[in-house]
């Protein structure tokens, strides 16, 4: 396959990924301060350790053939179970996405019109394909980090370290029993698994890189949102966005729309990752003329399924209840993988 895209063009898609979960679901409604400070250092931790398997996998090729050189059935199976996964982490992000804008920003404006308006962006870029927008990613990247970055030197003054305050209680059991929270909406990894073929670069470097990026975002927002905000931050819907709306200069508070935009697009290429890996994923179980038909349909059906969702709040519920137990993550991203890594042949050069 011919790889489409650079390895930083696909490592800032999936940035942007990741700060569309930090945004929506971060951690910090549950844990704060220290005690997240140590659980997110035992999630990423973790998490390295997937990215470890995940980066031996894409080096022996694509998935679906190195079980297929074992059992074509078992391939088609694991195939099958990617890319519905993807396709539900697709629908996710659309209902999220949804409901923070009508409940954060536009609360008089209906749910039809959002997912419209981006269902129908998603629908071309999907019939492009991936490296259509891909070029932007790696821009948007650097605005979004500008934009915090000043932020936070704008706030450094207001951190009180007296916010943080350790549990009397806190263990390795407590911190451990966290980490779900934290990793539970980290699927981009398994995305990486299906989209490595089409980048070229040095994964290891790629990935480390975006590993300790994500590790220092998610740091750095911890010890702001608690030294400034303190218990306050726990009682928002959206801790991180509560926290910029609290940007004393004049001069940062015209950044709205800058932020605006960046979650608009984190949450649409958030979206057009999981739908593309979704299509990778199922390629091996159709006929090569029948991929784009399935790229539209299953954009299309990610739609449909944001609508149900962002409509029905107790399905939202307990969905985001089975997401924070870590199956998903459990499954996805580590059993699944080991599975192929220990069934799975490398190809045998000719």
């Known amino acids: 396959?011919?790889?489409?895209?650079?390895?930083?063009?696909?490592?800032a898609m999936l940035l942007l990924s990741r700060l569309f979960a930090a945004i929506a679901a971060g951690p910090w409604k549950v844990?704060?301060?220290?005690?997240?400070?140590?659980?997110?250092?035992?999630?990423?931790?973790?998490?390295?350790?997937?990215?470890?398997?995940?980066?031996?996998l894409a080096?022996?090729?694509?998935?679906?053939?190195?079980?297929?050189?074992?059992?074509?059935?078992?391939?088609?199976l694991v195939a099958a179970l990617y890319a519905a996964f993807f396709l539900v982490w697709a629908a996710d992000t659309l209902a999220t996405f949804t409901y923070l804008v009508k409940t954060e920003f536009y609360p008089q404006a209906g749910t039809l019109v959002f997912l419209v308006i981006m269902g129908?962006?998603?629908?071309?870029?999907?019939?492009?394909?991936?490296?259509?927008?891909?070029?932007?990613s790696f821009l948007v990247v650097i605005i979004a980090g500008v934009a915090l970055g000043a932020v936070y030197l704008s706030m450094a003054d207001e951190v009180d370290m007296l916010n943080f305050v350790m549990p009397a209680s806190l263990g390795p059991g407590q911190v451990l029993e966290n980490t779900p929270l934290l990793f539970s909406r980290w699927s981009e990894a398994a995305a990486f698994l299906f989209l490595a073929p089409l980048a070229k670069g040095s994964w290891r470097k790629g990935v480390f890189w975006f590993w300790a990026?994500?590790?220092?975002?998610?740091?750095?927002?911890?010890?702001?949102?608690?030294?400034?905000?303190?218990?306050?931050?726990?009682?928002?819907?959206?801790?991180?966005?509560a926290l910029l709306?609290?940007?004393?200069?004049?001069?940062?508070?015209?950044?709205?729309?800058?932020?605006?935009?960046?979650?608009?697009?984190?949450?649409?290429?958030r979206t057009l990752v999981f739908l593309q890996a979704a299509s990778m994923a199922?390629?091996?179980?159709?006929?090569?003329?029948?991929?784009?038909?399935?790229?539209?349909?299953?954009?299309?059906?990610?739609?449909?399924?944001?609508?149900?969702?962002?409509?029905?709040?107790?399905?939202?519920?307990?969905?985001?209840?089975?997401?924070?137990?870590?199956?998903?993550?459990?499954?996805?991203?580590?059993?699944?993988?080991?599975?192929?890594?220990?069934?799975?042949?490398?190809?045998?050069?000719?």
């Open 120 to 136: 129908a962006a998603i629908l071309y870029s999907v019939m492009l394909g991936v490296e259509a927008v891909s070029r932007m």
């Open 282 to 350: 199922a390629s091996h179980l159709m006929q090569p003329r029948s991929r784009p038909r399935f790229r539209v349909i299953s954009a299309l059906l990610a739609a449909l399924a944001a609508y149900f969702i962002s409509d029905h709040l107790f399905v939202m519920m307990d969905w985001n209840h089975l997401v924070q137990t870590g199956l998903l993550f459990l499954c996805f991203l580590v059993v699944l993988p080991a599975v192929v890594l220990l069934l799975g042949k490398k190809e045998v050069p000719a």
């Open 213 to 241: 990026i994500c590790l220092v975002f998610y740091e750095v927002t911890t010890v702001y949102l608690t030294g400034v905000m303190g218990g306050y931050g726990a009682l928002q819907n959206y801790p991180f966005l």
């Open 59 to 76: 080096k022996r090729g694509d998935l679906y053939d190195q079980l297929a050189r074992r059992s074509r059935l078992l391939a088609g």
């Open 1 to 11: 396959m011919a790889r489409q895209i650079s390895l930083s063009q696909l490592m």
């Open 31 to 56: 844990v704060s301060g220290g005690e997240a400070v140590l659980s997110i250092l035992a999630a990423a931790g973790m998490e390295g350790a997937v990215w470890i398997l995940c980066c031996a």
């Open 245 to 269: 709306s609290m940007t004393e200069l004049s001069v940062l508070r015209r950044l709205d729309a800058v932020y605006l935009m960046v979650w608009i697009f984190a949450a649409f290429l």
